[in-house]
């Protein structure tokens, strides 16, 4: 099975701050990839799909990208309504893997 | 509005069976894969299980492989996950989570969970 890893685990950033989280696929998986965000006590929403396509809704300053079996979420600028947890998970075939997320908060 | 509402969960003992339901609502509910995701408590989210919109097929994660079956009814716009031989180390959240009309798709909306705790 396609093993999915995602770095760092945790980080700490001012508001303002352009955050970077990358997700990596330990085989190729094309652009199925999709990041969504889980806020404390919430259920997990949908930011991303196909690598880089922004759900219907989620502010603009959230991007995706891909290189490779490398993937990565950007936060452009980084919001206090954006302290959540962000996972990648893999789609292109079962299992659909998630990665173990990547805790963010704010300095 | 699309809607998910999970239900069925609780305390149930080791080597027990839970059946979760999700009703589904504000979609062509037929058109659409559907999903089981779980969250042990404090830990990362886990898919669990899927099922094609035409029942064609199901996938399974490897640690409930055997144990789970998931299933679905067109007419009661429902998902279910019928649970055997639980363990502990199955205590979590469980979400219902919509897929897409493709059967490689994302889960564009979710459910607020059903709590399951086995324990003795």
């Known amino acids: 099975d396609i093993q999915m890893t995602q770095s760092p685990s945790s980080l700490s950033a001012s508001v303002g701050d352009r955050v970077t989280i990358t997700c990596r696929a330990s085989?190729?998986?094309?652009?199925?990839l999709a990041w969504y965000q889980q806020k404390p006590g919430k259920v997990p929403k949908l930011l991303i799909y196909a690598a880089s396509t922004l759900q219907s809704g989620v502010p603009s300053r959230f991007s995706g990208s891909e290189s490779g079996t490398d993937f990565t979420l950007t936060i452009s600028s980084l919001q206090p309504e954006d302290v959540a947890t962000y996972y990648c998970q893999k789609y292109n075939s079962a299992p659909f893997t998630f990665g173990p997320g990547t805790k963010v908060d704010i300095k | 509005e699309v809607q998910l509402v999970e239900s069925g969960g609780g305390l149930v003992k080791p080597g027990g069976s839970l059946r979760l339901s999700c009703a589904a609502s504000g979609f062509t509910f037929r058109s659409y894969s559907m999903n089981w995701v779980r969250q042990a408590p404090g830990k990362g989210l886990e898919w669990v299980s899927s099922i094609s919109s035409s029942t064609t097929y199901t996938f399974y994660g490897d640690s409930v492989k055997g144990r789970f079956t998931i299933s679905r009814d067109h007419a009661k716009n429902s998902v279910y996950l019928q649970m055997n031989s639980l363990r502990a180390e199955d205590s979590a959240v469980y979400y219902c989570?919509?897929?897409?009309?493709?059967?490689?798709?994302?889960?564009?909306?979710w459910g607020q969970g059903t709590l399951v705790t086995v324990s003795s």
């Open positions: 989570a919509r897929g897409g009309i493709s059967r490689w798709s994302p889960l564009d909306f």
């Open positions: 085989q190729g998986i094309s652009n199925y």
